[in-house]
């Protein structure tokens, strides 16, 4: 059986999966109101990128995630994808908690710890995703690609920064 959504319907879910990230990276951004001051304290490496490009690139890959989202939703609908609605979720709550993690509360160990859960659920959600919608897992793998050199960024300022992080 295939899942037909009316246009209208598909549009609101659009919406909503874009709010939804939207959301969930405020909720992460509201752990990093202090991320401008203490990452200018920390130690960086040379190949460090400059604190002006996160925004951006997280505003583009939120938007895919929420795109990629949709369309699973598009193929199966939210009870139909169920497994891998909860895995997206799952890989956006450790997200969220990422910037809490490292900014609010310096807990480097504990960022690495989750950035590395991160990568794993981003991981097995392409995989995931890749069965209803190939263009929806394709849209994924930036994001994984990005939070891998987050995670070699989020070790090396952790082993750099022992008494800051």
Same mark, same amino acid.
């Given at each position: 059986?295939?899942?037909?959504?009316?246009?209208?319907?598909?549009?609101?879910?659009?919406?909503?999966?874009?709010?939804?990230?939207?959301?969930?990276?405020?909720?992460?951004?509201?752990?990093?109101?202090?991320?401008?001051?203490?990452?200018?304290?920390?130690?960086?490496?040379?190949?460090?990128?400059?604190?002006?490009?996160?925004?951006?690139?997280?505003?583009? &890959?939120?938007?895919?995630? #929420? /795109?990629?989202?949709? !369309?699973? %939703? $598009?193929?199966?609908? +939210?009870?139909?994808?169920?497994?891998?609605?909860?895995?997206?979720?799952?890989?956006?709550?450790?997200?969220?908690?990422?910037?809490?993690?490292?900014?609010?509360?310096?807990?480097?160990?504990?960022?690495?710890?989750?950035?590395?859960? &991160?990568?794993?659920?981003? #991981? /097995?959600?392409?995989? !995931?995703? %890749? $069965?209803?919608?190939? +263009?929806?897992?394709?849209?994924?793998?930036?994001?994984?690609?990005?939070?891998?050199?987050?995670?070699?960024?989020?070790?090396?300022?952790?082993?750099?920064?022992?008494?800051?992080?």
């Amino acid at each position: 059986m295939t899942f037909n959504p009316s246009r209208l319907r598909s549009v609101f879910v659009l919406i909503g999966c874009v709010v939804l990230c939207y959301a969930l990276a405020a909720a992460g951004a509201a752990g990093s109101m202090s991320a401008p001051t203490f990452y200018k304290q920390l130690v960086q490496p040379a190949w460090s990128p400059p604190a002006w490009l996160f925004g951006p690139v997280w505003t583009l &890959l939120y938007t895919m995630m #929420a /795109v990629s989202l949709w !369309r699973v %939703w $598009r193929q199966r609908g +939210f009870v139909g994808a169920r497994v891998e609605v909860t895995l997206f979720l799952a890989q956006l709550l450790l997200n969220g908690l990422w910037s809490w993690l490292f900014f609010a509360w310096h807990e480097g160990g504990w960022a690495m710890l989750d950035i590395v859960g &991160l990568a794993a659920l981003i #991981a /097995v959600c392409i995989q !995931r995703f %890749w $069965r209803i919608d190939r +263009f929806a897992a394709w849209l994924l793998v930036p994001y994984l690609a990005w939070v891998m050199f987050a995670s070699a960024l989020n070790l090396d300022l952790w082993l750099r920064n022992p008494g800051l992080l």
